[in-house]
């Protein structure tokens, strides 16, 4: 229904909108001459000054039009190379004339978005660091963000857990991390002046004009309490004003390899058979063969056959037949061939610009469909349709408004496909590696799982349902969907009271519903398994708690969107020879979510219906004990309010020395109403100084540009959590024997807490030598957050053991270095664009509580653990002194002296660790290079990231033994003297010891450097201009992405990137067309 | 001209400010909030996982008498527990197990200091009253520090009472008040005064056997003068809650064969709690029941088939708890025939034999197998003094109460024991005399650095 009303609402607004605003207007014709040569200038910006945004650029002969809708116009005139020019035109003068100086090199008349105004990049003071759209346009990805892996100086990916049989996604920073909250440090999504809410995936990349990455905190400052980790301000396109029409259509495919599953360091089939036959010879399975819990422990065939032989039931032949069957079989390759497949994306874009008088819009529609999701078969499929409406009316002179409507749709379906491993429950994390998944017939077969396959297989077969798990059978039985529509209307209007003042009013709204299922089918091993284990069995009649038939989990959320923003602004107010802009103003926004989750039993999706079941009595259970049936009922409401009011400043001095400030105060419900009495607010300021309009740098012919910059400022972090002045309580459903709702203290009052606060000060030379044939920009930056909310130890006698304060600190410093090259100029271009990053933080107050030695081994390297003087994020590991020559122990370091006794040793203080850095890199960024002759383009891009540590996996016994856990290590284990001397890894011993296993898998000899170069990107691309009369040009390109590592530190085969499978690879050919 | 307009833009926004205060208090999350309502208070006393449900000191059984550990299952045990088992002068409380001896606890009473401290600011809700609220937060309190005393704390003489250390009484919500240990009498006091408004507050009847009644408050008031040795006030406590709820289990109604025959909330159950679990206390790793304790079941005694399991090995372990599973738990929660209990003691130590004899009568009744009790007749007070508390150690059994019956009893010299344990696996034998100073249980180490709290003496 809400779709239907949103098409309704796209609807009336292509009807009704275009027709407003046709009012009479005048058409300014003119030609930009260079002063030097004479001859007509192409390519110069005309901006008119009092228009906003509006822009036209001059043809091959300089020549240009805009539209006005008075007699009189302020035009500014720029282009590289030469000086800018501005001037005041009368209608009635006719042909405007402009001559531009060639002169000190003003590259900088690129405008940047801080979300709540653009402005030029000479009057920055901040960092600022923008993505335009050609550079955009030349990555593939599904989502801006990730399309800015690899161009976006200073951008940091942290991708351990990504990959294609991983569900992790990328941890983007921005000079690093500022709180403790892992989840928390991702920077702040403006898209088109407001935070972006919801999935960034639902913006479709090709309507991105360009993205704008506000490092420092005198660039974030703006954005307050929510900008503490930095801004990356998403630009839609808009309406070309220049009065063209454009159309302009693009379209991608591209395929993504099957995962290399033989990546993972297992053993082969052949010696885990070895293994498992060590192993029954010592007895090892006995006990759970033989025991009341027999079934349900899974056992592997080889294993079940050597106990049947042992038990009479068959005969020595029919073991060696099983153990030889097993031997060379490895069950990856049936997954390859019929649980993976290649995934397909297409993208479609079109677009449309058109102006009508004063009337401008832009209409853009995509599709994007992705086949083979996850790369599992199945019909996994993903499809995103986004339509994009802008229209921009001038009413008059000085009344403006702008409606853009963006709407999008994402339907999402899964299936019950598996990723390798399989992981078989009943004791075992992971299936033995002979398993057999397919037969000669191509038909699925069964696999154990969670119960003895042989007992599966038996019990009670007429009065149960199959029992058996059939991993191929089951892609078609469980259907997973979601749909997602969003839509977002802003309207905007300017109006300017006097030339240069302009007061603004922007209204945005975000509606966005989405719902969600998965319907376990009745055939599918879910449903069989949830219906046996409630099935009660008496004699031969039967009762069924938990109805056979689907069942069937569904939810719906929705969010509601309302954002107002006013604010005055005032662009390069004349006074003398100086330049002063400001800005002011406040927002609202309030952004409310609901969500209803419900699960229903013995559902048939062609009827509809479903039947009841009883959720509140205990059933008991077929396999023992008693359990009540699942609602999956919940309800939940959240609402985030935040008040703003926000102004900022610059002076241009003498077109020299620009002195810039700014400030903000928020408050918001998150913490209650007192808090937001304590906030201060946040500021900054800045100084820049342009160098090379200064004389005596002007002497130096090859300086083109040089200026510096210089700022303070604070930003902040909401921080986490919900706490307040007075006691929180959280509430919960269905109390155990009453099933009542009830309430836990989630905190107690709370009487001091204030925002976080992340201070920043920023030193920058930004350079163009050579007539800008090399440019860069070269940031150092000190950070210290302050007041970081973190858990601090209060007296337990209260009831409650920690409470969240304003305790901890982190500093950090860090550069960013960017160096652009376009030195040759002529028919073969080379191009190249490199960033190179350094941030470090370290904690320098810290409070709460410090886990043991052994979590920071075994966790440090993923998750936050706060020490002070150390990385967030830490690798640590036991000190190890080899193996003993002797049996092949693996020997640590126990109150200075070799020891063997592992447990102690991993009880040890942590300050007995070895700390040998962070997990994440000190050092990063990119080379890009581009060679282009006429209109062919080669491009690849190259990364880096260094000064990291990982831990490889490596083999461990109890793992082995027990749950099948295998590494290929173990083929380099100790196994006699002299072994010592070339390997660390531990001899087997049996019965294994976990604490001998963890210690030797936590030792500093599985500890690596991290430091890696690799391959993102090549791309060659080709661009034909004016091939027929209506199309202007046409790009056509291959890329191919995710190439791999061209160098690594680490002498192990682990891609030190990646925990577990690299992304595979990516090949996508793409057509743009533009009339 | 050019302010004017700024100051048209920001009175609007200037007006908003002021009106926002109400726009920002809206809570974030739904299920997040202040206390608001005295729905939101019950909902915090209705939450038993931080309240009844496993929240209470349970080391009490631990160091009791009643039981002993295989070597197997005591090698599996972690150092703390072993210590607690052995009565090792300075067990040493791990992070894992102080919230349990110490947090947890103090977690009820500050959820019920939170409740009485907001409760005259807060709405109404219909069908609540904030007599049934604050009766109910002081229930909770005074059944913690009844609880807690037990650990931390000497058996009460009136004697030494003003000098003996009692507990620190936190009483207010406000968590920046220090912690200071009270005498021991000022501890008494306070929860005897807490229970007695309990009393007063609490409706006859609860919709749940996990909410406190005024039968429950009753219960309360006799196991805390049981505790002060002041019978005839746990007599009066006693017969006032048993003249409002009297229901025995009948033993020889519940099915021997079911793996726990007796069931959750059963009729005889006042108040619904557990304490926290001791992992020790668990039957299937060889927590055995002493044999001694064993042998004093009657064969006609259907406790003795009821509460306990015949292992392979020829021991016996617990399967009685109330709380009708196999349960690392210790049910702490007050029944009848506790009530009974202390009703029949109150009455052998006041000199009504006949009454008492009446009392216990009554109980075992519902204990033995039909047909087979012969009712006991009156003897001298000693023998039934002996009997009585026979009796109570083998209906309460793993049921918290053992521990501080040794304290009290070992007071008098006809009662004082010293206990034994031996070092399983080991001919090791470790000894508790009577009055030990070792019946105190040290306060977690880490709450003493923290609060500078005194610690008692070993």
Not at chain 2, 164 to 186: C, H, K, T
Request: glycine share 8%; hydrophobic share 35%.
């Amino acid at each position: 229904m809400r779709t239907a009303k949103s098409t309704w609402i796209i609807a009336f607004i292509f009807i009704c909108l275009p027709h407003w605003g046709l009012l009479a207007q005048q058409h300014f014709q003119g030609r930009v001459y260079d002063m030097r040569s004479g001859l007509g200038l192409a390519d110069v910006n005309v901006k008119v000054m009092d228009g906003g945004n509006v822009y036209a650029v001059t043809d091959s002969l300089g020549g240009f039009s805009v539209a006005a809708l008075s007699g009189r116009i302020v035009l500014r005139f720029t282009k590289i190379g030469y000086e800018g020019y501005t001037g005041k035109y009368i209608f009635s003068d006719g042909m405007i004339r402009v001559m531009l100086q060639p002169g000190p090199i003003d590259i900088e008349e690129v405008q940047i978005n801080t979300g709540y105004q653009w402005i030029p990049k000479e009057r920055a003071t901040g960092s600022f660091v923008n993505v335009d759209t050609e550079q955009l346009a030349a990555t593939p990805g599904r989502s801006v963000i990730e399309k800015l892996d690899g161009i976006m100086p200073g951008l940091q990916f942290d991708k351990r857990t990504v990959g294609p049989t991983s569900a992790g996604s990328p941890v983007v920073t921005v000079r690093g991390m500022n709180t403790f909250l892992t989840g928390s440090s991702a920077p702040l999504i403006v898209v088109d002046n407001f935070p972006y809410e919801g999935d960034i995936e639902n913006i479709n990349p090709n309507d991105v004009e360009s993205v704008t990455m506000l490092r420092d905190a005198a660039a974030t400052s703006i954005w307050g309490a929510r900008a503490g980790n930095g801004v990356l301000v998403i630009n839609l396109k808009k309406p070309d004003l220049s009065g063209r029409t454009a159309v302009g259509w693009s379209s991608s495919l591209s395929v993504t390899q099957k995962p290399d599953l033989y990546y993972l360091p297992t053993i082969g089939s052949s010696e885990f058979v070895d293994v498992e036959l060590f192993l029954y010879s010592k007895g090892h399975y006995r006990s759970a063969l033989t025991g009341s819990n027999a079934h349900r422990t899974v056992f592997s065939p080889v294993v079940q056959a050597l106990y049947d032989l042992e038990q009479g039931r068959i005969a020595q032949s029919d073991v060696d037949a099983v153990i030889a069957g097993a031997r060379h079989h490895d069950y990856r390759d049936e997954m390859l061939e019929h649980f993976y497949r290649g995934a397909i994306n297409q993208q479609h874009h079109l677009s449309i610009s058109k102006r009508t008088g004063g009337h401008s819009l832009r209409f853009s529609a995509g599709i994007d469909r992705l086949d083979g999701v996850g790369n599992l078969q199945g019909g996994q499929a993903n499809t995103r349709y986004s339509f994009n409406l802008n229209n921009a009316y001038r009413f008059s002179e000085k009344f403006r408004a702008d409606l853009t409507v963006y709407y999008s749709r994402v339907d999402n379906h899964t299936g019950g496909g598996h990723h390798y491993p399989f992981n078989p429950g009943g004791g075992k994390s992971t299936l033995y590696p002979y398993a057999r998944l397919i037969d000669e017939r191509g038909q699925g077969l069964v696999i154990p799982q969670d119960l003895n396959l042989r007992y599966a297989d038996t019990v009670a077969r007429d009065l149960l349902l199959d029992w058996r798990f059939n991993p191929y059978e089951e892609i078609n039985h469980i259907h997973n969907g979601s749909h997602t529509s969003k839509i977002q209307p802003v309207f905007t209007l300017r109006y300017n009271p006097i030339s240069q003042l302009q007061l603004e009013a922007i209204y945005s709204g975000d509606f966005q519903y989405t719902k969600s299922g998965t319907r376990y089918g009745m055939e599918s091993y879910y449903v069989r398994d949830q219906v046996n284990r409630y099935t009660q069995v008496n004699g031969n009649q039967i009762h069924r708690p938990l109805p056979v038939g689907d069942i069937l989990s569904y939810g719906h959320s929705d969010l509601t969107g309302n954002k107002v923003r006013f604010h005055a602004k005032m662009d390069e107010h004349l006074l003398g020879n100086d330049r002063l802009s400001w800005i002011l103003g406040g927002e609202v926004s309030d952004v409310q979510t609901t969500r209803s989750t419900q699960r229903v039993y013995g559902y048939d999706p062609l009827l509809r219906v479903s039947v009841p079941v009883d959720h509140v009595a205990r059933h008991p259970l077929y396999l023992g004990s008693t359990g009540t049936i699942g609602s999956g009922q919940g309800f939940g409401r959240g609402v985030r309010r935040l008040v703003s009011f926000y102004g900022n400043a610059s002076y241009v001095l003498q077109g020299k020395y620009i002195l810039s400030g700014s400030a903000r105060r928020d408050a918001s419900n998150v913490f209650g109403a007192k808090a937001n009495e304590r906030w201060n607010p946040l500021w900054s300021v800045g100084l820049s100084w342009n160098m090379h309009r200064e004389g005596f740098v002007r002497e130096i012919d090859w300086i083109s540009n040089l200026k510096l910059r210089l700022t303070h400022g604070h930003s902040g972090n909401l921080g986490g959590g919900t706490t307040s002045d007075r006691v929180v309580i959280n509430y919960l459903s269905q109390a155990q024997y009453t099933n009542l709702a009830f309430a836990n203290i989630s905190s107690p009052p709370n009487l001091f807490l204030k925002w976080e606060d992340v201070r920043m000060n920023n030193y920058a030379i930004d350079f163009g030598i050579f007539d800008n044939r090399i440019t860069g920009q070269i940031e150092f930056y000190q950070k210290r957050v302050t007041d970081l909310i973190s858990r601090d130890p209060i007296d337990r006698t209260t009831g409650f053991n920690y409470m969240d304060r304003n305790v901890a600190g982190i500093d950090g410093e860090g550069l960013d270095f960017t160096l652009n090259l376009d030195p040759f100029k002529g028919p073969v271009t080379w191009k190249m664009g490199a960033s190179f990053s350094y941030a470090r933080d370290w904690v320098t107050v810290y409070k709460g509580g410090i886990s043991s030695t052994s979590t920071h081994v075994s966790l440090g390297e993923n998750s936050v653990m706060p020490v002070v003087g150390r990385s967030l994020v830490s690798v640590y590991s036991y000190r190890f002194a080899g193996l003993d020559p002797d049996n092949g122990d693996p020997l640590g370091y126990l109150n200075g002296e070799v020891s063997k006794d592992y447990a102690a040793i991993m009880r040890d203080s942590l300050h007995y660790l070895n700390y040998h850095g962070p997990a994440r890199p000190l050092y990063f960024g990119f080379i890009n290079n581009t060679i282009q002759y006429r209109g062919l383009s080669l491009f690849f891009n190259v990364t880096f990231r260094a000064g990291h540590y990982f831990r490889k996996n490596t083999i461990r016994y109890t793992d082995l033994f027990n749950s099948w856990n295998t590494h290929r290590d173990y083929e380099r284990r100790w196994q006699q003297p002299g072994d010592e001397n070339h390997t660390t890894v531990p001899s087997l011993v049996y019965p294994a010891n976990s604490s001998r296993d963890n210690f030797y898998v936590g030792s500093e000899a599985n500890v690596e450097r991290g430091d890696v170069i690799r391959l993102q990107q090549i791309r060659l691309s080709y661009r034909l201009v004016h091939p027929s009369w209506r199309i202007k040009n046409v790009d056509i390109g291959v890329n191919i992405n995710n190439l791999g590592v061209l160098w690594k530190a680490t002498k192990t085969e682990r891609d030190p990137d990646y925990q577990s499978i690299p992304p595979s690879r990516v090949i996508t050919t793409n057509l743009l067309l533009h009339f | 001209m050019r302010n004017n307009y700024v100051i048209l833009l920001l009175i609007p926004m200037l007006l908003c400010f002021l009106g926002c205060e109400k726009f920002l208090s809206e809570r974030p999350t739904s299920s997040v909030s202040n206390i608001l309502s005295l729905q939101d208070m019950q909902a915090m006393m209705d939450a038993g996982n931080k309240i009844n449900l496993g929240n209470y000191f349970g080391l009490l059984d631990v160091a009791s008498d009643d039981f002993f550990v295989g070597k197997g299952g005591f090698d599996r045990l972690d150092d703390f527990h072993k210590s607690i088992y052995l009565w090792e002068e300075e067990p040493f409380y791990t992070l894992e197990h102080e919230p349990s001896a110490w947090t947890n606890p103090y977690h009820i009473i500050a959820i019920a200091n939170n409740v009485l401290d907001e409760l005259q600011e807060v709405e109404i809700t219909k069908g609540l009253s904030r007599h049934t609220i604050e009766g109910t937060a002081l229930f909770h309190r005074a059944f913690t520090y009844v609880n807690l005393v037990q650990a931390y704390c000497n058996a009460y003489d009136p004697a030494t009472a003003m000098t003996d250390l009692g507990l620190p009484m936190r009483l207010s919500s406000d968590i920046s008040l220090p912690s200071v240990r009270s005498s021991l009498a000022e501890t008494y006091r306070i929860i005897e005064q807490d229970i007695s408004r309990a009393i007063e507050l609490l409706p006859m009847n609860s919709e749940f056997r996990t909410r406190p009644n005024k039968v429950a408050a009753h219960a309360l008031m006799a196991r805390l003068y049981l505790l002060m040795e002041r019978y005839p006030e746990a007599l009066e406590h006693a017969s006032d809650g048993l003249s409002s709820y009297s229901t025995l289990l009948d033993f020889n109604r519940l099915d021997v064969s079911r793996p726990f025959p007796i069931q959750v909330m059963n009729e005889e159950t006042i108040f619904f709690a557990f304490a926290s679990g001791a992992s020790i206390l668990n039957p299937t790793r060889e927590c055995y029941i002493d044999t001694i304790l064993y042998g004093m079941y009657h064969e006609k005694d259907l406790r003795k088939q009821i509460f306990f399991k015949h292992e392979n090995n020829g021991y016996y372990t617990f399967r009685g708890s109330y709380r009708g599973v196999s349960s690392i738990n210790s049910f702490v929660g007050l029944t009848v025939s506790e009530l009974r209990l202390i009703q029949a003691e109150a009455l052998v130590r006041m000199g009504r034999l006949d009454e008492s004899l009446q009392a216990l009568n009554h109980l075992l009744l519902h204990r033995y197998e039909q047909g087979y009790f012969e009712p006991m007749t009156p003897d001298n007070q000693d023998i039934l003094l002996n009997r009585v508390l026979e009796e109570r150690r083998k209906e309460l059994i793993f049921r918290g109460a053992r521990w501080a019956d040794l304290k009290r009893l070992n007071r008098d010299p006809r009662f004082a024991k010293t206990l034994y344990r031996r070092v399983p696996g080991s001919e090791e034998i470790h000894q508790l005399p009577p009055n030990d100073p070792r019946y105190v249980f040290l306060i977690p180490e880490t709450v003493v650095e923290a609060t500078g709290l005194e610690q008692n003496p070993r």
